[in-house]
């Protein structure tokens, strides 16, 4: 077996359906799939077992320890030479396999990751935070887009592959609650291990389902962001702190507006910063009722990572207190 994809699940059975329905039809079929139900109350046995005919599926269960420990759980069961990790919130075209078996055998790599893409069965609220993570506004596109742009390229654990050697010679992801994905792509990169982007592997990735569960993820992203950079300090970039420092314009200007007759002046960027959040994203979905969606999820990105980051630097570095990550019991919704 060459390849062996694991998904750690956790109350998504639907979700589930839909991923492994995707992987059913796929050219490629020289890999497993192995399910890992971290401690759900809503198990996915049901919808795992309509598909052991289609697919060579495993399916294991355990108590909840959040995804890393999971995927490695998952990664000393599997049988393949390649682990593929997905979140169980994506679906794959039929041809994703393929792009990743043409890419490994041609540059040799041992880790790979793909870009994520929205799907027209996506709610307008998903297409909105879709928007939000891949902009070239927001993120700078990197996300969403199949060319890296500057810097070193980490896979992230939403499609993300590395080889057993690696594995075995990591010992996989950390028991970090969240950031682990960058976490294990740095320490892999910093052990010599050949890593690409594989343009043509992308996934369609829902992500969260509200913009108040959107807020928790990028919040703990935020807090993330700090406990990476404790472990490994010269990952540290400019960038990291942009968000923190759009949270904190964000508030003084808005502090000052209400206090001064000059307020307006202040407001100026953020009024252009919305402006052009509204137009790029009514143009990409010819619907200004959902530009105006964009530009609420962008907001939330923004705010919920600058916040976190701030959260952290206080926490950590300030108050010097051990590593943590807030919503914590909510890290899947």
């Not at 490994?104 to 709610?123: K, N």
């Not at 996300?143 to 996989?172: C, L, Y």
Request: charged share 20%.
């Amino acid at each position: 077996m060459k390849y062996s994809i694991i998904v750690a699940v956790f109350n998504r059975p639907d979700e589930l359906g839909e991923l492994l329905e995707s992987l059913a039809l796929q050219t490629y079929r020289d890999f497993e799939v192995v399910i890992v139900e971290d401690g759900s109350s809503v198990p996915s046995k049901d919808v795992c077992d309509g598909y052991t005919t289609r697919l060579k599926l495993s399916y294991y269960v355990k108590p909840n320890s959040g995804p890393g420990p999971s995927r490695n759980y998952g990664c000393r069961r599997a049988s393949g030479d390649y682990f593929i990790f997905l979140d169980s919130d994506c679906t794959v075209p039929e041809g994703y396999m393929q792009a990743i078996d043409t890419a490994v055998v041609e540059q040799q790599l041992d880790a790979f990751g793909g870009p994520d893409r929205e799907h027209e069965s996506f709610t307008p609220t998903q297409k909105a935070i879709s928007y939000s993570m891949t902009s070239l506004l927001t993120t700078g596109g990197i996300r969403g887009s199949k060319v890296r742009v500057g810097g070193a390229f980490h896979p992230r654990s939403f499609n993300m592959g590395i080889s057993r050697e690696i594995f075995n010679d990591t010992e996989g992801f950390s028991t970090m609650r969240f950031g682990e994905d960058v976490e294990f792509s740095i320490r892999m990169m910093g052990r010599g291990y050949r890593v690409s982007l594989i343009p043509d592997a992308w996934v369609y990735h829902k992500r969260r389902t509200d913009l108040k569960k959107f807020f928790k993820q990028v919040h703990n992203s935020g807090i993330a962001r700090i406990n990476i950079t404790l472990r490994h300090p010269h990952t540290l970039k400019v960038t990291h702190f942009f968000p923190a420092a759009f949270t904190v314009y964000l508030l003084f200007a808005l502090v000052f507006a209400l206090s001064q007759a000059q307020g307006t002046i202040a407001m100026a960027l953020p009024a252009l910063y919305t402006a052009l959040l509204f137009l790029e994203g009514s143009i990409k979905y010819r619907n200004p009722l959902l530009g105006l969606q964009c530009v609420a999820a962008s907001y939330v990105q923004l705010i919920g990572y600058g916040s976190g980051f701030i959260r952290g630097v206080i926490w950590r570095i300030i108050m010097n207190k051990p590593e943590q990550g807030a919503f914590e019991k909510t890290f899947y919704k």
